[in-house]
C-alpha cells in the first residue's frame, strides 16, 4: 500500500516550458487536491476533485489545470511556466464523507528559472 | 473566502515543557478544523482534529481546543519531546471539501 505516489520529485523548468505533475493514490479516495507550499505562507488550495471526471477551482488556480480521467489519478499542468511558480507542490486525498483526513503526497520541487 | 491566522511563527521550548500554538479563522461556517506535523522534506501529516460540536479533544500528548465563539482553537502538546521538533500548520474546512491553511508555526524543543 503505497499510498499517495508523486512524480517527479525534484524538476527544473526555464519561464514558458510545459510541464505535467501526476499524483497516484492506491487508497480508493474519492477527493483528491493540489496544494503549493511557498515560505511564510504555508499550504494554498490550487485545484481539487470530488471524484472521477470532476475538478474544481481552488485559492490559486491561474496557471495551472487539472485533470481526473481515472479515480487513482490526479494531474496538475503547467502549460507556460513563470517564476512565480517555483514551489514545493503537494497532492493529497481523501475519502469521501467522513472523517476528513487528507492524506499527503512527499512533494515536487519545482524550479523555474 | 476563509482566512486563517496563526500565531506564532517561531516557538523555542525546552524538553519536558508544554507548547501551545493559537489559530483563528474568519468563516463562521467552518466545522472542521485539523492540525497537522510537517517534517522537513515529507508531507504534512494529520495529527489531531476537531469539529465544530466539540469544545475539546485529546490524544495523548495532544490536545486541539475550539472556541467557536471568537473562531479560534488551539493545539497544546505536553511533556514535549525532542521528536516533536517540526513545523506545524492549522486549518480550516466547511464539511472537508475546500481546506484553508494557517502559515505554519517552526517548532523547536531544546534538549
Known amino acids: 500500500n503505497a499510498g499517495v505516489t508523486q512524480t517527479p520529485k525534484f524538476r527544473v523548468l526555464k519561464t514558458g516550458q510545459s510541464m505535467t505533475l501526476l499524483c497516484a493514490q492506491d487508497m480508493n479516495h474519492e477527493y483528491m487536491y493540489w496544494y503549493r507550499q511557498d515560505p511564510g505562507m504555508g499550504l494554498r488550495l490550487i485545484h481539487y476533485s470530488v471524484g472521477e471526471g470532476t475538478t474544481a477551482k481552488g485559492e490559486v488556480p491561474d496557471g495551472y489545470n487539472v485533470s481526473r480521467l481515472k479515480k487513482q489519478n490526479f494531474l496538475l499542468g503547467l502549460e507556460s511556466a513563470a517564476p512565480s511558480q517555483t514551489s514545493v507542490y503537494f497532492c493529497a486525498s481523501r475519502r469521501a464523507g467522513g472523517p476528513y483526513e487528507q492524506y499527503f503526497g512527499p512533494g515536487t520541487r519545482l524550479t523555474v528559472t | 473566502g476563509e482566512n486563517v491566522e496563526q500565531h506564532p511563527s517561531t516557538l523555542s521550548v525546552q524538553e519536558g515543557d508544554s507548547a501551545v500554538i493559537k489559530c483563528t479563522y474568519s468563516?463562521?461556517?467552518?466545522?472542521?478544523f485539523p492540525w497537522y506535523k510537517q517534517e522537513l522534506g515529507k508531507g504534512p501529516q494529520l495529527i489531531i482534529d476537531i469539529r465544530s460540536n466539540v469544545g475539546e479533544k485529546k490524544d495523548q500528548r495532544i490536545a486541539v481546543t475550539l472556541n467557536k465563539t471568537a473562531k479560534h482553537f488551539s493545539l497544546h502538546i505536553t511533556e514535549t519531546q525532542p521528536e516533536d521538533s517540526a513545523v506545524y500548520f492549522c486549518?480550516?474546512?466547511?464539511?472537508?471539501?475546500?481546506?484553508?491553511f494557517g502559515t505554519g508555526t517552526s517548532l523547536t524543543v531544546i534538549p
Open positions: 486549518a480550516a474546512s466547511k464539511a472537508g471539501n475546500q481546506f484553508y
Open positions: 468563516d463562521s461556517a467552518s466545522n472542521y
